[in-house]
Each structure stands twice: as C-alpha cells, then as structure tokens.
C-alpha cells in the first residue's frame, strides 16, 4: 500500500520558501547563525541570545515568544515577525488500555506520521520517533517498507515528535527526575541512517543539558543495516546502536531485508564490532522478528549466537505483528521461549519485546498505514454520504 497523498486539505499550503523557519530544529550554532542572518540581533550579542531562546524553548517548551520574559519586546516582535515555533498539527490521539499513547502528526498537507510513547521501557518510558515518512526499504516482513517514500523529516519535524509528547504528558520545564519520558528510538517510520544529517541535528537537540536532555545513552537508533554510515552515526551522535538483523546467513537475510544484498552481514557484523564506544554499558541491541518456520529454530538460535559471539549485545526478540495482505505468520509462543532460552544460555539478554497498545495499533511496523487506511475508508463514507 502506498500513502495517498491527503489533497483535500491543500486549500491554502504555505509555500515552503516563505515558510517562516521553525526554531525547535535548529541546532545551538544553527540558532546563532539564524538570529544573526535574520538581522534580530548583532553578531557580538548573538550567542548570549541563543542561549536564552535555547532554554525557553527546550527547557520551558514554550510556543510563544512573548513567554520569553526575559527578552524586551521589541526582541520578541521581531524574533515571531521571523521565525515560528509552532507544534505540528495532532490529527489523532489515542491512549490504549495499557498506557501506551499514540499521536498522528501533520507535519504539512499530507504528511503525517505517528509517534508512539511506551511507558516502562527503558528507565521509566521510551518514545519511538520517526524519521521519515514512509521508507525507501523494502523489507517484505515490514508494512512501512510496503509505502513509498513520500519524504525525509527536517529535524524541526523528529524534535517536534519529543515537544509533541512532552506537552502531553506535561512534562515541561524539562524534569531532571522522575520522568516519564526518558528514553527515545528511533524505531517509528523510515531508515533513520538515510536521514543522518537530520537525524543527528534532532539529536543533538535533543540530547544537549540545557534542554530536553535526554542523555545519548538513553537515545538508540535502528537501522536495518546501511553499513556505510554506522561509523557516521557512532562518531556524529554517540547514540546507542540498535540493528535489524532478523537472519543469521545472508540467503535469508536477502529476502527479508533486501538491503542485505548490497551490504552482507560480513560487513555489517565488522561495522558492528568497531561501532565506537561499545562495551558492557553501551552494547549493541540486535532485533529479531519472530517469523513462523522462517527464522524461529533452536539451530538459527545457535548460529545466531555464534555470528554475534564477542560483541557487547542484548537481543530484542520481536513478535511478528501481522499486517493485511502479509503471508507471514508470527511465531508460537513456545519457539519464542525456547529460541530466547538457548540465547540467555549463551549469556545474552534476550528479552522478548511484549507487544504493546495493539489494541491501538501502536505496535512496530504497523505505524502509519493503519489509520491511513482506517481514515481513508471514513472519507470514502462522507464522500458517499454527502453524494447520497
Ligand atoms: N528502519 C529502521 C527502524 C524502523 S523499524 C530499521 O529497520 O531498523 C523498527 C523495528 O521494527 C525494526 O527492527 C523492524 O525490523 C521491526 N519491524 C518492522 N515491521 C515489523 C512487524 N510487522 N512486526 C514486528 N517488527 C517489525
Ligand atoms: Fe524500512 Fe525499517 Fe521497515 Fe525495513 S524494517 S522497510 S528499513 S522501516
């Protein structure tokens, strides 16, 4: 299924040159840069200017210049005349029975993705960002690899999923204890590692202490293995490293992560182990799709040991979660618990991932599509409704 471009809502689109530029998405220099380009302030006071709209904005999580009290207003008319902080529109939200909250984002006319706060995971609660929308990937197992590509998101639009989440769990001014937010993956939509440069701006937004604050250690990235830019992503932002592996030979990794084929594992398993930083407290997360009769025996437990033998790791086993028109099947509890046993035997954490706010459908690979489609077939209603 690809997404179908929401055309009824372009009346009045902005076009994106005159667009006023988003300050949330701009890193520290980039917000000094700004301020100068935008001639708001001089040169010599610029940084001591930054600093200040930084802390209203990542600290306090303002959206309005005019909270910034400490700014003279002649300040505050101009930064608002060029620039916006405006949070993307919430076009859905949803809160499952277990805790778990879903937001469907607009970020422009049809450009919407959903962000997914888990609560228990990692320390307290992880919230599972996209980073594009749609995926260029085709990894026949994922229902997002099923959608075209429709966009990479600018950094402004992943900071604005964590300000979108903040707000709703009323988590500013940023807490330093006790959150409910502490961590974040990037596990939603799209190939984060084919959007580094916007990836890596969003994290260091997100991660600098006079902000949001969420420590690079508590930050993991997924990537379903675009080797090239694993050394990248390690010395760009110092985040935690999470790979789709799925498959412990390279047959069956072709088919189910088509990637494979231009990056084996050979080579990902060697980008792996010089992944910078990693030991016991930064070890590497490998995810694994619990597919039926495709990947679940005890032998490929074993091989699957054995291929990742010396690296710092933990396994995520990952129930499969069925999408329409997939032929594969998740596999039974009982593969699961004896494919995760003979992992913890060879001293792998191996947690397997418990599916959460399926009743939201908030589960992983299902972001998106469904309620594309729920929202499709409730158009085709009105459209019919009103024709009628
Ligand atoms: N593109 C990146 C990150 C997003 S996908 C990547 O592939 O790593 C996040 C995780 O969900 C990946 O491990 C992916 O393989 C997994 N996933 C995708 N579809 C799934 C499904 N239907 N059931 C279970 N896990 C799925
Ligand atoms: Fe893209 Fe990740 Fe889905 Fe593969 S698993 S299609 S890389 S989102």
Redo the contacts with the bound molecule.
């Keep these: 299924m690809s997404i179908t471009l929401d055309l009824s809502r372009t009346a009045n689109p902005v076009p994106a040159a005159t667009a006023p530029v988003n300050l949330s998405g701009l890193t520290r220099a980039g917000l000094r840069q700004a301020l100068i380009d935008a001639g708001v302030c001089p040169a010599e006071k610029a940084r001591m200017r930054a600093t200040q709209i930084w802390r209203w904005i990542h600290h306090y999580g303002v959206t309005d210049f005019d909270q910034m009290s400490d700014i003279g207003k002649e300040l505050r008319l101009a930064l608002a005349e060029a620039f916006t902080l405006n949070r993307p529109e919430i076009v859905e939200r949803l809160v499952s029975r277990d805790g778990t909250r879903k937001w469907l984002i607009r970020m422009g006319p049809g450009i919407e993705v959903e962000t997914v706060y888990i609560p228990d995971v990692g320390r307290s609660g992880a919230l599972c960002v996209s980073s594009q929308v749609g995926?260029t990937?085709?990894?026949t197992f994922?229902h997002?690899?099923t959608q075209k590509l429709v966009r990479n998101l600018t950094a402004a639009e992943i900071v604005a999923q964590v300000q979108v989440a903040r707000d709703d769990l009323e988590e500013w001014p940023s807490p330093k204890e006790d959150r409910r937010l502490s961590n974040i993956v990037f596990m939603g939509?799209?190939?984060p590692l084919y959007n580094l440069d916007n990836v890596s701006d969003a994290i260091d937004i997100i991660a600098d202490n006079e902000g949001i604050a969420i420590s690079r250690r508590r930050i993991t990235v997924s990537t379903?293995g675009v080797v090239p830019k694993i050394p990248e992503l390690g010395e760009r932002t110092g985040t935690m490293l999470a790979i789709?592996l799925h498959a412990t030979n390279d047959p069956l990794r072709d088919v189910l992560?088509p990637l494979n084929k231009k990056y084996p594992l050979d080579e990902l398993m060697a980008a792996i182990r010089a992944y910078p930083g990693l030991g016991n407290s930064k070890r590497v997360t490998f995810e694994y799709v619990m597919l039926k009769g495709v990947n679940d025996s005890p032998d490929e437990a074993r091989a699957l040991c054995k291929l990742i033998a010396g690296i710092p790791a933990k396994v995520n086993l990952i129930p499969f979660n069925p999408w329409p028109g997939t032929d594969y099947e998740c596999s039974d509890w009982a593969a699961i618990e004896r494919f995760a046993a003979i992992l913890n035997k060879a001293g792998y954490a191996s947690p397997i991932r418990t599916p959460r706010g399926r009743d939201i459908l908030a589960a992983c690979?299902q972001l998106k599509s469904e309620s594309e489609k729920k929202r499709a077939s409730a158009v085709r209603k009105e459209a019919q409704d009103a024709a009628a």
């Design positions: 995926c990937l085709n990894c994922c997002t690899g939509m799209g190939e379903s789709s992560v690979g």
